[in-house]
């Protein structure tokens, strides 16, 4: 329905510095704003046709020429976050900055003040080569396969074997699955490398002793730092911890086995994890019945979105695997991307970027570009407590494994803090220690690995028993630093749970004012507009934690 046009970067170079030039030049308040609203043009003309790219790669549309004009965007992609940076130079130093704040707000302030702490002339050839890292990452990462009972698999479509209710399919594909990515390691660990060494050169080239400073300032932490994310993991370590080691001592009782070994985790239920009883087709019949008695937003929203056909979750055998929701700012049009196996973890997935895809399109009429999509910290909140506002419908879907779904949902949110915690701490070790080995990095994950999880039992995996499971985890690859925001995301998405619990409408209204906000505000305001406590005040998870553990024990009894 979109029509694709390579973006001409140099022509890009040459229109953004001239407007650059008379934005400084022109004399009035309104001829600065008319060329700010030029520059955002083309920056959303860029980001659209980048986005309809990787759309029809990730669709394998004439694949050969789509991962050639990929490998294009990963080449002019960094030139234009340079352009904007000078953009962002000449915004704050404007004669009219007091007008500009007033019209456009502080946060866009903010984060030119960020992007200006990360980005320059100066490191733009290593910019463009993490792109070209990335690439490669993400080629070997959908490279990697094995034969599990007679069929060639990719990671993903392990799932449905591991998730089995049969102890010994599951045991035995995950460790097929360890092997897979065992005989890719050296070339993962060298790979991360790269990232880390070129990372490392950024960071002093831009005047930082590590990269930890400079990837906040990537991520735009606005109003929280380094020291306050430790103590939020430190939070998760003391609440949520020792929570866990009761929930998987309890899970292995459910199971009737002795011990829970790291390929029992993923399962709740003797007689397996509820499944949805039904295809792709059934998946999107139901959500759009959903959405239609949820709210009338998201009424609104998903007529927009199959009106448009801006989704796709079949499970075509050509299509790349993955699952994402993407913007094309031209065409005010989200797009949720799903391979449907089946899996509970596959309905989450469809669910959480739905979430992200509400958004962008409850603020797809604001002019700036960094308004309609949020910072990850604040986009994560949209996509997970879109999972849990969707309860009362559950039924519909998992039919009497409703129950069953609901307790699991909640124990693996829990489950997944503390990995986060893990990731996030892993991340910190390795880039205050760039020069680390192969195998420094992997006992650095083992010991943080069983200091966040310490009833993780591999049964005697080799591979994944050394510390290698971190390979797995593709954020720590193209996302340093990313993977907290989660568990930011997760402790809001809780509140609004257990706000639903009380008072549905309120925690619906209060939701949807959050993702209206889309990325105006900073992180604590956007909380405020949606009346939510911020994760980072003390006490703050000990008391949802609580509040968690005794509807988790009042259910289980149930079930």
């Not at 029509?3 to 022109?26: A, G």
Request: hydrophobic content about 35%; aromatic content about 16%; charged content about 30%.
């Amino acid at each position: 329905k979109f029509k694709y046009e390579r973006i001409d970067i140099n022509e890009v170079r040459n229109k953004m510095q001239k407007l650059i030039i008379n934005f400084n030049k022109t004399d009035s308040f309104e001829g600065q704003c008319t060329i700010i609203n030029e520059i955002n043009i083309i920056r959303d003309e860029f980001k659209s046709m980048q986005v309809l790219a990787s759309l029809k790669k990730n669709f394998n549309i004439n694949k050969n020429f789509y991962c050639e004009e990929m490998d294009y965007y990963d080449e002019s992609e960094p030139i234009l976050e340079n352009l904007v940076c000078d953009f962002y130079k000449v915004l704050a130093g404007s004669k009219y900055e007091k007008s500009l704040r007033n019209k456009y707000g502080d946060k866009l302030f903010d984060l030119a003040n960020m992007k200006m702490k990360c980005t320059s002339e100066e490191i733009l050839e290593e910019l463009q080569k993490e792109k070209r890292l990335v690439t490669e990452y993400v080629e070997l990462s959908e490279s990697i396969k094995a034969i599990y009972e007679g069929h060639e698999l990719t990671r993903w479509e392990f799932d449905p074997f591991i998730c089995s209710k049969n102890r010994n399919i599951r045991k035995s594909a995950y460790e097929v699955q360890s092997e897979m990515y065992a005989k890719v390691e050296e070339k993962m660990q060298k790979l991360f490398d790269k990232f880390v060494k070129l990372r490392h050169k950024m960071a002093l080239k831009m005047g930082y002793k590590n990269f930890i400073e400079m990837g906040y300032a990537r991520m735009n932490r606005i109003g929280y730092d380094n020291e306050m994310i430790a103590n939020f993991r430190k939070q998760i370590l003391e609440y949520v911890v020792p929570l866990n080691t009761e929930l998987i001592k309890r899970q292995g009782e459910r199971l009737g086995i002795d011990s829970v070994k790291y390929y029992d985790e993923a399962i709740f239920f003797k007689d397996g994890n509820p499944i949805i009883k039904g295809n792709s087709s059934f998946i999107v019949d139901k959500t759009l019945k959903m959405y239609e008695e949820l709210s009338k937003e998201t009424t609104e929203f998903f007529k927009y979105m199959s009106s448009r056909e801006l989704g796709d979750i079949e499970d075509r055998k050509y299509k790349e695997a993955g699952g994402f929701c993407e913007y094309m700012p031209k065409y005010k049009a989200p797009f949720v991307y799903a391979k449907y196996n089946g899996t509970i973890e596959n309905f989450n997935e469809v669910i959480h970027e739905v979430g992200h895809a509400f958004q962008n399109y409850l603020c797809k009429s604001y002019d700036i570009p960094e308004y309609v999509i949020a910072t990850e910290d604040i986009s994560e909140i949209h996509s997970m407590s879109m999972e849990f506002l969707i309860e009362p419908w559950l039924e519909e879907f998992f039919g009497e494994g409703a129950a069953k779904y609901k307790f699991s949902h909640m124990c693996s949110g829990l489950f997944l803090l503390a990995y986060i915690a893990a990731v996030d701490e892993f991340q910190h070790a390795i880039y205050e220690k760039p020069e680390a080995t192969f195998e420094e990095r992997n006992s650095i994950w083992h010991q943080i690995e069983k200091k966040y999880i310490p009833y993780r039992n591999y049964d005697g995996n080799g591979y994944l028993d050394k510390g290698a499971y971190w390979l797995r985890q593709s954020h720590i690859f193209w996302g340093p630093f990313y993977y907290i925001d989660y568990g930011l995301a997760q402790v809001v998405a809780f509140e609004f749970w257990s706000k639903a619990r009380t008072d549905r409408e309120e925690a619906w209204k209060d939701y949807v004012n959050l993702c209206k906000a889309g990325g105006a505000l900073s992180f604590s305001e956007v909380l405020k507009n949606g009346n939510m406590k911020n994760p980072f005040e003390l006490e703050s998870i000990e008391a949802i934690v609580k509040d968690i553990e005794e509807w988790i024990f009042e259910v289980e009894r149930k079930l």
